[in-house]
T-cell receptor, first 112, second 115 residues
């Protein structure tokens, strides 16, 4: 099993450009999450999904959109990138309970 | 305000000693508490989950305590090895809150185990 995979691993964008980050999991998890991790701060939840076709806002959703058309995939989109979105992005998945989450390797995004 | 705090300074210890990491929180009432390990350039990896009614949980060389009165969790690695060097994240597990499994993460403490 590959677990949780993310593409791409690195990306550099100019301000105003758009991009989509792809997350895939092969553990048949219902729940999927997108987090961002910034230096000196804990992981912060951007959006989450509790099942195919559902999405909801997390703690820091502004500037991001998501879609979950298939159970195994969760996409994170940036429509108009800003320097404040420079961060490392992690996707995670889990069963409803217990609550441990399984993380992907991350995408390092730089917006110039 | 609601806060979760881990020691931001790196913890440096000698191989073979016990490492103890601290997680303190305020104004939360977590049903569970989780610990994760994160290596540089990688995603967090789940280590242990402890419930609010459990005082202590062990897994191999790892031990976690959870004191809901003190609002504190301690994470111990006994007989530490250089391979244990990593950043350790504490996460308050608020259970099925607001329709999903809500985790509140600390910023992590970096552990360096020296030979």
């Amino acid at each position: 099993n590959a677990g949780v995979t993310q593409t791409p691993k690195f990306r550099v964008l100019k301000t105003g450009q758009s991009m989509t980050l792809l997350c895939a999991q092969d553990m048949n998890h219902e729940y999927m999450y997108w987090y961002r991790q910034d230096p000196g701060m804990g992981l912060r939840l951007i959006h989450y999904s509790v099942g195919e076709g559902t999405t909801a806002k997390g703690e820091v959703p502004d500037g991001y959109n998501v879609s979950r058309l298939k159970k195994q995939n969760f996409l994170l989109g940036l429509e108009s990138a800003a320097p404040s979105q420079t961060s490392v992005y992690f996707c995670a998945s889990s069963y409803p309970r217990p609550g441990e989450q399984y993380f992907g390797p991350g995408t390092r995004l730089t917006v110039t | 305000s609601q806060k979760i705090e881990q020691n931001s300074e790196a913890l440096n210890i000698q191989e073979g000693k016990t490492a103890t990491l601290t997680c303190n929180y305020t104004n939360y009432s977590p049903a569970y508490l989780q610990w994760y390990r994160q290596d540089p350039g990688r995603g967090p990896v789940f280590l242990l989950l402890i419930r609010e009614n459990e005082k202590e949980k062990r897994k191999e060389r790892l031990k976690v305590t959870f004191d809901t009165t003190l609002k504190q969790s301690l994470f111990h690695i006994t007989a530490s090895q250089p391979a244990d060097s990593a950043t350790y994240l504490c996460a308050l597990d608020l259970g099925f809150s607001g329709g999903y499994n809500k985790l509140i993460f600390g910023a992590g403490t970096r552990l360096a185990v020296h030979p």
